[in-house]
């Protein structure tokens, strides 16, 4: 990394441990080059790569300004910002979910064509491991089976690019999906659609198995507004 690239680091850090928040100004680089022992040319590139992400914004007269997390346009930022639990959380985990329907309802119905015999035996193992997990109270355990789940429907879906969209949320969904699978209720529900999908993608039937999985990703809404006052 350069310096400019580890002093942005630090400063994405204060703004995701709320030290600077959104709709706040950051320091003059004067400031900011006396902190990091560098120059005000290295804290200006700095600047520009929060810029290029759409994390700050210059206004003229007013400095350098913290913009809202739902207009930051870089993923391992809003990553970060989940992960620290900025006000914003809520926000994030709602468009992380409008993702996921783009992605598993349109994957869930080419599995029903292409899954193989070997995918079904995954799927049913994952949930008997999800409900196992369950049943002793594991919850990262929990987590782990429901996410495989998933995993091995994009897998199911025969086209190699739909896994690596996935792969590519996979830190959020582990932090959402932690939030709602405490509640033993959420994980019951959770179980039971995850078996209608399977029930569908067993008879090949892609449209039931589209129902299926939007009824689920539709729960899980429901939850994750539920647990909202927790984020």
């Known amino acids: 990394m350069t310096m400019a690239e580890d002093i942005a680091e630090l400063i994405l850090q204060s703004i995701v441990d709320g030290a600077l928040p959104p709709g706040a100004t950051l320091p003059p680089e004067a400031d900011l080059a006396e902190k990091f022992g560098a120059s005000r040319l290295t804290v200006r590139e700095a600047i520009r790569i929060l810029r290029t992400q759409n994390v700050v914004r210059i206004n003229r007269g007013r400095g ?36 996921r329907r783009m992605i598993e309802v349109g994957a869930v119905q080419l599995a029903a064509d292409r899954r193989t015999d070997d995918d079904l035996a995954e799927l049913e193992a994952t949930i008997a491991r999800m409900r196992e997990a369950g049943d002793r109270d594991d919850l990262e355990a929990v987590v782990d089976a429901d ?8 897998r199911a879906s025969g086209n190699p690019f739909v896994p690596l969209l996935f792969d590519s949320i996979g830190p959020l969904l582990v932090q959402t ?7 033993p ?8 659609h995850h078996q209608a999908i399977l029930d569908a993608l067993r008879h090949g039937d892609a ?14 809404d429901d939850d994750l507004r539920g647990a909202a006052p927790a984020m």
Not at 147 to 154: D, E, I, S, T
């Open 147 to 154: 996410l495989r789940f998933h995993a091995v429907v994009m």
């Open 185 to 192: 209720g959420i994980r019951r529900a959770a179980l039971r």
């Open 207 to 220: 449209q039931e198995a589209r129902l299926a999985m939007e009824r689920h990703l539709s729960q899980m």
């Open 64 to 99: 350098t300004q913290v913009n809202p997390t739902e207009d930051w346009t870089s993923l391992d930022a809003i990553m970060r910002v989940s992960a620290g639990g900025l006000g914003s959380t809520a926000f994030v985990a709602a468009r992380l979910l409008e993702a």
């Open 177 to 183: 999906r932690r939030q709602t699978s405490s509640v």
